[in-house]
């Protein structure tokens, strides 16, 4: 587990437009605080390679002592997940090349590249990447995107869920700019702080997990950032949230208590086939295209 050292220094400025914010809340000891130019919301923190390497070792994967099995039980939901991104990009683009950020072991690549996208992925987590390196096959390297090399060039940079990770948010979206080729395309999916969950949970919201996620964004604000960088916002969506039955059994069994046996035993009569899938309000994917022709 990630324990803040006190010698971090805090950011104070925004790290879009590097005016200072208001201090809103304290969560997990840190000061989130709202940009008073750009009003882009971002935790009071400044991290470097090391701690970021702290926060994602692999007890980041394996949650509170979930074990192999859950991992597994989620990886068809991922790679479900990936198919139906798959699916969605038929309507922008045609398959290219494609590269993943914070890929984890790659399902969702795995999924996308059912859809014929030739792709590679870069995770900071070297042990988890190298699972998908040698259980699928995949080109994942242990990489961040802030230290990624700009020479590169992809039809698509894939961020599901990274955008809050991002230690160094504009370093991270200058790299993503540079490896887009004109034309080409970000897809982003991010947690949702306009929500009505968000707005209703207020700090207790479950994406307020510093220093783990440090920046929040809504629709609105995202896409201003991505005007920023040339890019327009072509498509957007709430994300949806997929389950499984071996999923559902393995969340009972770590998190239900008493009840785990008796309810674990009533869903093995649902077939381990069975998924289920729903738009979740918090979350949201969005589309943007960088411009064709630039000065
Ligand atoms: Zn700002």
Redesign the pocket.
């Known amino acids: 587990m990630f324990e803040l050292d006190a010698s971090i220094p805090a950011a104070k400025q925004?790290p879009?437009?590097?005016?200072t914010?208001d201090r809103k809340f304290r969560k997990n000891h840190i000061w989130i605080r709202d940009?008073a130019?750009?009003?882009?919301r971002f935790a009071e923190l400044e991290l470097g390679i090391d701690e970021v390497g702290q926060i994602y070792d692999g007890q980041y994967f394996q949650g509170d002592g979930l074990g192999y099995l859950d991992y597994l039980a989620e990886a068809s939901l991922l790679r479900k997940k990936g198919q139906c991104y798959g699916k969605l990009l038929e309507g922008y683009c045609w398959p290219g090349t494609a590269l993943d950020v914070g890929a984890a072991a790659g399902f969702i690549l795995h999924g996308l590249m059912n859809y014929d996208w030739q792709s590679r992925g870069i995770e900071p987590n070297a042990r988890i990447g190298r699972l998908g390196r040698e259980k699928l096959r995949l080109n994942i390297t242990p990489d961040t995107l802030e230290t990624f090399p700009k020479s590169e060039c992809y039809d698509l940079v894939m961020m599901i869920q990274v955008l809050s990770h991002f230690y160094d948010l504009e370093a991270a979206l200058e790299v993503a700019d540079r490896v887009t080729r004109p034309g080409g395309l970000w897809l982003i999916e991010t947690w949702n702080r306009s929500s009505w969950t968000a707005r209703l949970c207020g700090k207790r919201w479950r994406a307020y997990q510093p220093p783990t996620t440090q920046n929040w964004f809504s629709p609105c604000s995202l896409r201003e950032i991505a005007e920023a960088y040339d890019f327009e916002e072509v498509g957007q969506g709430n994300a949806t949230r997929w389950v499984s039955a071996p999923y559902l059994r393995s969340l009972l069994r770590y998190h239900g208590g008493f009840w785990s046996y008796p309810l674990e035993k009533l869903l093995a009569i649902i077939p381990n086939s069975w998924t289920m899938s729903w738009p979740v309000t918090d979350r949201f994917w969005a589309i943007y295209q960088k411009a064709e022709n630039l000065d």
């Open positions: 925004c879009i437009c590097g005016q914010g940009c130019n750009c009003s882009h």
